[in-house]
C-alpha cells in the first residue's frame, strides 16, 4: 500500500461535506529539522439522506467509516521509517418489498465488513549503489452476512449466516544493487501467515435443515523468493530477467516462474515492448477449507490441498509520445489459464474462474483451463491550457475449459469496454488570473454484459428455490451497459484558503439496463437486478 508523504514544510487541512457525509484531511510536518511528517485522513458517508429524500433507492441504506495514516520519519545513519495504516467499517441493511404491495417482504438483510492494515516500512542505503526496503505489516479483514426470507408459515426465515475473519501477518525484504549503468539487480523474499476462522450455515429446502458451509479455524502460509536483473543490453534495448518461487503450506508443490519484458526504442517519443511471464495464485481459503456433503449426509473438505492455479502471459505494445501533451499506447495480450479448480464430475461446467460466491461446495480438482486474448488501446491528453481527456478501450475474448474439455463463455467474457474521460476549466476571475474557476469533467463508459445462466422457472417453484437450467451454464448475455457521468465544481482560490461546491452526478441518463436475473419465491416469477439509478452528490469542500 502507497500513500503520499505529508508535507513536512507547513501545515495543511482539508474538510469536505456532501450529502455522502464528511471527509477531512490533515498534514504537516513533525520535526522541521529532520524533515519528518505526518498525514491522516479521515471519512464518514452515508446514502440515509439521498435515500429519505427519494432521489435514489437502495432497497438499503450502506453506512462506512475509514481512517488512514502516514509517518514518515528519516534519520541520519539508520534509514528512513514510514509507519502507515488504514482501517474502515461498513454496514447495510437491505429490506427488498414487492413493488405492487410493500407489505409483502421478499428479502430482509444485514451485512457487515471491517478491515485494517497497519505497517512499519524501512528504507536504508548500504552503500551508494545498493539499499535494503523492508516492509512488516498486520492485516485484519472480516465479514458478516445475514439474510431472511419469506418461507411457508413463517413471515421471515433465515435462510443464510456467514461469518469470515482472516488475520494476515507479512513480511518483505528487497535487496536492490548497481553494478553500473548496464546493470541492476533486485532480490527479495516475501512471507505471509494467515490465522482464519470461517463459519456460516445455510437452510436446505429439499432436505428442510440447517446445513454446514463452513466451520473451520486454521493457519496457512504462503511464501515468495524472486530474483531481477535490468540488463540496458544497448542504448536503443533493455531487457529485464527474472524468476518467481512459491509455495504454499497447503501442498507440497514448489513453482518456479521465469520471466522476461524486453523494449526497444525506436526514437526519442516512440518504443515496442514485449513481455513474457509465468505466475501462481491461490485459490481463497474459504474455497480451500470448504464442507462438501455426500448424499448419505457426511461431509469432507476434498479441497484442502488444491495446488496453485498457474497462468502464462504473453504481451506485445507500442507507446508513442505525439507529441509534449499527448500519449498514445496499443497492447495485444495473451493469458493461459490453467491448473484451474474445476467440480471433479464428468460432463460438469463449473470452474472456479467463474466464481462469484463466497466459497464453492464441489470437490475440486485442478484440471480446468481458460484463455483470454484482447486488444487494448489508450489515447490520453495530459492537463494543458485547461483541459485533459482520456480513451480507454478494450476488445477481448475470455473462455474457459471445465472437466468436459469444451471451451465456453466464461462468466466475464463481455467482450467489449470502453472509457472517454474529459475535463475543462474555465477561469471566470480576474484576468491572468485563477482565483475563480468553473470546472468540467465527465466520464463516458460502455461495458459488455456479463454471461449468467437462464433460470429454470417451473422447477424452481417446485422446489421453492433459484434453479438454474444446468445444460445452459452462462448461455446468456446480460444487456450491455451504459454510464454518463458529470460533474461540475466551482473553485475559489485565496493565499492561504480555497473552496470548492461540486455537484457530480452519476448515470445521468438514468439507464436501467438488467444486469443479472433472480427468482422471487413469493411472486413464483424471474425479476431483473437494474444497474444504479442516476444518483446525484452534492459536496463542499475547503482547504486551509
Known sequence: MKLRKGNDERQEYSFSLGVLGLDFTAEGPISKKNNSSYLVNYRYSTLSLLDDIGLVDFGGVPRYQDLSFKFYFPTEKAGIFTLFGLGGASKIGFVTKDEEDE??????????????????????????????????????????????????????????????NNQT?????????????????????MYAHSNFDFENRYF?????????????????????????????????????????????NLNGKVYIEPRLALKYE??????INAAFGLHSKMASLPNHYALVYQPNGNYSMPNKNLELMQASHYVIGYENLLNSNLFLKLEAYYQHLYNIPVEDKLGSLYSLINQDDYFVDKALVNEGEGKNIGLELTLERYF??????????????????????????????????????????????????N?????????????????????????????????????????????DVFYLNIAISYRVNKQKLSHEVKLDIQNLTNNNTAIDYYYNNVKKEIDEIPQLSMFPVMSYTVHF
Open 103 to 164: 407489505e409483502i417482504i421478499l428479502e430482509d438483510g444485514s451485512q457487515y465488513s471491517n478491515l485494517a492494515v497497519t505497517g512499519l516500512k524501512h528504507f536504508i542505503p548500504l552503500g551508494n549503489n545498493t539499499y535494503l526496503k523492508s516492509i512488516v505489516s498486520y492485516g485484519f479483514n472480516g465479514s458478516k452476512l445475514i439474510e431472511k426470507r419469506p418461507y411457508e408459515e413463517e413471515i421471515l426465515k433465515e435462510f443464510y449466516n456467514a461469518s469470515l
Open 169 to 189: 501477518s507479512r513480511l518483505l525484504s528487497t535487496l536492490h544493487h548497481k553494478i553500473n549503468s548496464k546493470h541492476n539487480f533486485q532480490a527479495g523474499l
Open 204 to 248: 436446505s429446502i429439499p432436505q428442510n435443515q440447517y446445513l454446514k458451509g463452513q466451520e473451520n479455524e486454521g493457519v496457512a502460509n504462503f511464501t515468495e523468493g524472486y530474483f531481477n536483473w535490468k540488463w540496458r543490453v544497448s542504448a536503443l534495448l533493455t531487457a529485464i530477467n527474472g524468476v518467481h518461487v512459491s509455495k504454499s
Open 266 to 271: 525506436l526514437d526519442e517519443s516512440q518504443n
Open 384 to 433: 494543458s491550457n485547461q483541459y485533459y481527456f482520456l480513451l480507454t478501450t478494450s476488445l477481448y475474448d475470455s473462455k474457459y475449459k471445465a472437466k468436459n474439455r469444451a471451451w465456453k463463455n466464461s462468466r466475464y467474457n463481455g467482450n467489449y469496454v470502453g472509457n472517454f474521460l474529459f475535463g475543462k476549466e474555465f477561469t471566470v476571475g480576474r484576468k491572468n488570473s
Open 435 to 479: 482565483d475563480k474557476t468553473i470546472g468540467v469533467n465527465s466520464r463516458i463508459t460502455f461495458l459488455g454484459g456479463r454471461r449468467y445462466t437462464s433460470i429454470d422457472l417451473e422447477e424452481s417453484i417446485k422446489q421453492e428455490k433459484q434453479v438454474e437450467n444446468e445444460g445452459q451454464y452462462l448461455g446468456d448475455k446480460a444487456d
